[in-house]
């Protein structure tokens, strides 16, 4: 009888049935763990956030406060950003009459001519309309205005010259746009010389250039002002929680664990402040609306003042937000850092 090579345990295992294998990790649970990541994220994102919303409610008078401290310093500029917008809607039809050039055609031209003319301009795209004023009706507005209609009535022949009146386009009534249309007009064959009250002109623009940069200079005070409100109540939240927060960073609490609360606590003033700031402008903006239409129709004018429009609450919220934000992190970021155990 032959023997077997090998060793007992080895015939065994070769003689016996096959094991069954381990089971080896499911690459599915590895694939789940950066989605587990993300989700841990958010969740202690949004406990912080209401938990800062938690902590303000529970302090509502001096939440409130400071929220509309904040609300009347964001409101100062969006007030005046909706004043400029009434002005520049009113400069722009201002614009429309003093903006005019008048084209003093020469001596011969026919009115044949001078109509072809201004349809020629009317295909302009900086050219909003022309108006053709006969050497006839020339003479009888000069005669009207003027008070020499006896005077007059002793020339033999007509002096005046057929003009065309031609009104810029909306967006091109702006001096340094209107110097070059001026300058194509004067060259025209048809024209003897043209006319522009540039004084007028340049009066208007440097009035609404200068609201526009004293309303940017007051956003920009004001929003530091909201930065140091901010701040300076975030501090004393710390302040007030420094046990808390010594505690905490004893356990082994991160800063920025620690941040996330103040943090959203910064943005949730914010967002109270612009939403404090849109009813102090639209309630101010609602009160003066009926006085300045009956001062414009005592005027013939349908001027009315612009209220805040969606993109304008949007800008205000965000920018509320933003500046909550801010003025939070560089709170704790300077503050925290101070509080250390032990």
Do not use: C
Not at 127 to 142: C, H, K
Not at 187 to 193: F, G
């Amino acid at each position: 009888m032959k023997r077997t090579r090998g060793s007992p345990r080895r015939a065994m295992e070769s003689t016996s049935p096959a094991a069954p294998a381990v089971a080896k990790p499911r690459a599915a649970s590895r694939d789940s763990m950066p989605w587990l990541g993300i989700e841990n994220y958010l969740i202690h994102h949004l406990r912080a956030l209401f938990a800062s919303l938690g902590s303000l409610l529970r302090t509502p008078f001096a939440s409130l406060m400071t929220a509309v401290v904040i609300g009347v310093a964001l409101a100062l500029p969006s007030g005046f950003h909706a004043l400029l917008l009434s002005v520049q809607s009113l400069a722009s039809g201002w614009e429309g009459e003093v903006a005019q050039v008048s084209l003093f055609l020469k001596p011969d031209i026919k009115a044949d001519t001078a109509r072809n003319l201004a349809w020629r301009l009317r295909s302009m795209d900086d050219v909003a309309g022309v108006r053709y004023i006969s050497p006839q009706q020339a003479l009888e507005e000069f005669q009207r205005s003027s008070g020499l209609s006896d005077a007059l009535a002793y020339l033999d022949d007509n002096p005046l010259p057929a003009v065309l009146v031609v009104k810029p386009a909306e967006g091109f009534a702006r001096p340094e746009v209107m110097r070059d249309l001026v300058k194509r007009l004067q060259a025209l064959p048809e024209v003897e010389s043209t006319q522009l009250d540039w004084a007028w002109l340049e009066r208007l623009h440097a009035l609404v250039a200068l609201a526009d940069r004293a309303m940017a200079w007051v956003g920009v005070v004001l929003a530091v002002a909201v930065l140091f409100i901010v701040g300076n109540t975030i501090r004393l939240a710390i302040e007030n929680r420094r046990e808390e927060i010594i505690i905490t960073k004893l356990v082994g609490a991160t800063d920025a664990f620690i941040r996330r609360p103040f943090i959203y606590g910064g943005i949730w003033y914010g967002l109270t402040g612009g939403l404090i700031a849109l009813i102090i402008v639209d309630g101010v903006l609602w009160g003066m609306s009926g006085p300045v239409a009956r001062l414009a129709a005592l005027y013939k004018s349908d001027f009315q003042l612009a209220m805040i429009g969606a993109g304008e609450t949007l800008l205000i919220l965000v920018v509320g937000a933003f500046l909550g934000w801010l003025g939070a992190w560089v709170a704790v970021g300077r503050h925290l850092r101070h509080i250390e155990p032990g």
